[in-house]
């Protein structure tokens, strides 16, 4: 009976007059015996150790003989005449190929010398295969391609293997001591003596393992790099910020497109009527000036409202080539004259041509984007007064815009939120904290980078990698519509009583100016509030109105489905839609449903008037 196992052979054991069995340390199943045992116990089928010895305590057996010592105990028979009525059963552990075997002696009391014969022979042999074991454990950090060393319990190193040895060289380093952690004396030093600590040499990253051997006095202590698991978990940890950020961009676009929206209309409402106001004549000076101020409020308001629309929809920007130099030079002479006496504009604009630095993108945002920035690093400096410099370079593929400052510096924690929507370190002062988010949205749309350097107390820069003009980009779809100020106009002569004009917005007052203000371009108008009975009147009286212009966000049918459903029942009469609301609306998007014109609110009257015009023919 065996497994396969290499069990030591024993002189006189298989006709010795004991009961000789050997059994696997886990399972103490039976994988052995001799003719003695075979001849007392009935081995037929599988058979584990509490099979042959009910009464034996398998747990106190195998923790006793775990600890290193034997088990013995004294077995009775149970009434088989084959079987000792008294014998003592002992059992010794030892480990042959990697397995846990147990070798148990089943004797008469009466043959006890015999048994301690056979005993010698196995301890023997479970001495011998045990400094087998110890001989391989000793070679293992010698063979081993990471870095072992030990240390006494002071921390000093008093052996390092080849791996260690290799890796000292490699690193051009003048000992081992500068591999290991800074805390390595107080690891080893510590409590304990043992636990974990990383190092860094360069950019490579190192897991140190200490565990204290006591009787030895002695610390083990095994490295290993983990540099790629580092880097890993850093990516990792770049994109889920970078998704959250994303997430949390999102969702304050819509929430400023709403709001932006909303605001847009009572905006409109405003202007539309102090522009009535201001287009009645009046002799009283006074409550004009007071008119155009309102008008003038209005305008900045529109303006604020284009910064939260342009960033909530993601406005999409017309690419031409763009001298970045030239760029550079006339935004910051404009700046120049703006800037405190105190602050000292620096450029340095790199060698070369003009040719040298151009660009695919869009100018007037990119001067945006300078101007926004030094405007900041004007903010920043103590008592706005010191040092703003802005330089221009190539670097392989990328030209390069560099804006620093002397100034105050930031925190990790504001470096870390500078880019979001609505951060803001200057609350006093009236920062929206629009800007940067915007100036990053920018660079984003021109396919570039922009980076933020920053430290307290020594300053900031913020550095733009902007691609190389390439002639084969396709460009990216056209620039919306640019408005004019409001007003800007008189009415002209009126048009026929034939023109009627349907203006379709839910918000009634906004529809009520609508109509006021065509009137006084000479345009008859009539407006309703409820889309769908718009479209009811429109499909009965069709040849009773020339133009729709309906805004996009009403309850029941929106702007677009307003249009298709006009461009099927009714496909001579032009539409043109007005929104406010654009995060997923684009002008592209309008001519291919059938639509004439996309306008965004507050609506251009002026255009408004000449595109009706055009239209109405």
Request: one cysteine or more.
């Amino acid at each position: 009976m065996n497994d396969g196992l290499d069990i030591p052979e024993v002189d006189f054991l298989e006709t010795a007059a004991f009961a000789f069995l050997v059994f696997e340390g886990k399972s103490l199943q039976l994988l052995r015996a001799n003719r003695c045992a075979e001849q007392w116990y009935e081995l037929s089928g599988t058979k584990v150790l509490q099979d042959l010895f009910p009464r034996v305590n398998v747990a106190r057996l195998q923790r006793k003989l775990r600890s290193g010592k034997s088990f013995k105990t004294a077995v009775e028979s149970d009434g088989a005449s084959s079987v000792p009525s008294v014998a003592q059963l002992e059992v010794l552990r030892f480990v042959k190929q990697g397995v846990e075997l147990y070798a148990a002696f089943v004797v008469d009391v009466a043959s006890v010398g015999e048994r301690a014969a056979i005993y010698r022979s196995f301890a023997t042999l479970a001495e011998a295969d045990s400094k087998t074991q110890r001989r391989r454990l000793a070679s293992f950090p010698e063979e081993n391609p990471n870095p072992v060393l030990a240390t006494d319990l002071r921390g000093e190193i008093v052996y390092t293997n080849p791996g260690m040895d290799l890796l000292v060289s490699q690193l051009n380093l003048n000992s081992a001591r500068e591999l290991l952690p800074s805390e390595h004396i107080e690891v080893v030093t510590g409590a304990r003596g043992s636990g974990e600590a990383e190092s860094s040499v360069g950019d490579r990253i190192f897991l140190w393992s200490y565990h204290r051997l006591a009787e030895q006095h002695e610390v083990h202590i095994y490295g290993r790099e983990i540099t790629a698991i580092r880097t890993a978990e850093q990516e990792r940890s770049r994109a889920l910020a970078e998704l959250e950020r994303g997430k949390r961009n999102q969702a304050i676009g819509q929430l400023a497109g709403g709001f932006a929206h909303d605001f847009n209309n009572l905006l409109a409402v405003i202007a539309g009527y102090t522009d009535l106001a201001l287009e009645q004549p009046s002799e009283d000076e006074i409550l004009r000036g007071h008119l155009e101020q309102v008008r003038v409020a209005a305008e900045r308001g529109r303006s604020i409202v284009n910064q939260i629309l342009a960033f909530a929809r993601g406005e999409r920007v017309q690419f031409e080539k763009v001298d970045a130099k030239a760029m550079l030079v006339e935004v910051l002479a404009l700046l120049r004259g703006s800037l405190a006496d105190e602050v000292s504009l620096i450029s340095d604009l790199g060698d070369g041509s003009s040719d040298d630095f151009q660009v695919n993108g869009d100018m007037v945002k990119l001067e945006q984007v300078v101007m926004n920035l030094v405007n900041n690093a004007e903010h920043a400096l103590p008592t706005q007064s010191g040092e703003i410099r802005v330089s221009l370079c190539r670097e392989a593929s990328y030209v390069v815009i560099r804006v620093s400052d002397n100034g105050r510096g930031m925190p990790p924690d504001v470096r870390e939120r500078i880019f979001e929507p609505y951060f803001t370190t200057k609350r006093m002062s009236g920062g929206t904290g629009l800007g940067l988010a915007m100036v990053h949205g920018i660079i984003e749309e021109h396919s570039g980078l922009i980076e933020v350097e920053s430290e307290e107390g020594r300053g900031t820069t913020f550095t733009i990698r902007l691609p190389k003009f390439d002639s084969n980009l396709d460009q990216v779809a056209s620039e919306l519509r640019r408005m004019r100020p409001l007003g800007s106009r008189k009415p002209t002569t009126k048009m026929g009583p034939e023109t009627k004009i349907m203006v379709v917005d839910d918000e009634a007052a906004l529809a009520r100016l609508a109509v006021r203000v065509l009137d006084r371009f000479g345009l008859r108008a009539e407006s309703f509030t409820d889309p769908e009975l718009a479209l009811q009147t429109l499909v009965k009286n069709s040849g009773a109105y020339s133009v729709v212009i309906t805004d996009q966000s009403m309850p029941g049918l929106t702007g677009l489905e307003l249009m298709r459903e006009v461009r099927e029942k009714c496909p001579d009469i032009p539409v043109i839609l007005c929104s406010g609301y654009g995060v997923e609306l684009t002008e592209e998007q309008v001519l291919a449903g059938g639509g004439e014109a996309l306008l965004w609110k507050p609506v251009d009257w002026d255009a408004l008037v000449s595109l009706v015009r055009e239209l109405s023919g």
